[in-house]
């Protein structure tokens, strides 16, 4: 009995390695930060009960974005499969970006402190950074991806 033979390249391009792994750090980060304030919420009694299941809801909804994001940039999107990348863009249009959207529709209800801001931010900004740096060809890597 033969073993299927991989379609992954024989070595991946250093940028697509970098950019993938910065990919799937802000994306875990993304998941391992909302549980614990999210959890608060959810404990807290002084809020509504429908309130704290919307919460939780979308915890576990916003937890299976990142993980298929991490899922979709370790395998398929390495092998240069072209709905990846739709995939990708997607997470980081609505779970990504979604604390930033969320800034304007609800100002009055920001987390308190800049710290806060400032490392949501950051792992976008990384995420951004893995995108576009697994998109793009280095003069001494493989070609770029279709």
Do not use: C
Not at 33 to 45: I, N
């Amino acid at each position: 009995m033969s073993r299927p033979r991989s379609t992954y390249p024989a070595r991946l391009p250093s940028r697509l390695r970098l950019g993938v792994a910065l990919m799937v750090i802000a994306a875990a980060g993304h998941a391992l930060g909302l549980w614990a304030p999210t959890l608060e919420h959810v404990a807290d009694s002084t809020w509504p009960a429908h309130a704290r299941f919307h919460a939780f809801q979308g915890l576990w909804l916003v937890t299976g974005w990142d993980i298929a994001a991490i899922l979709v940039a370790l395998g398929p999107f390495q092998r240069g499969e072209r709905w990846a990348l739709g995939v990708l863009v997607l997470y980081f249009g609505f779970a990504q970006l979604g604390y930033f959207v969320s800034m304007a529709v609800v100002p009055t209800g920001l987390p308190p402190g800049l710290a806060v801001h400032l490392l949501y931010l950051s792992g976008t900004i990384v995420f951004v950074a893995g995108l576009l740096l697994s998109r793009w060809r280095l003069p001494h890597d493989a070609p770029a991806l279709p």
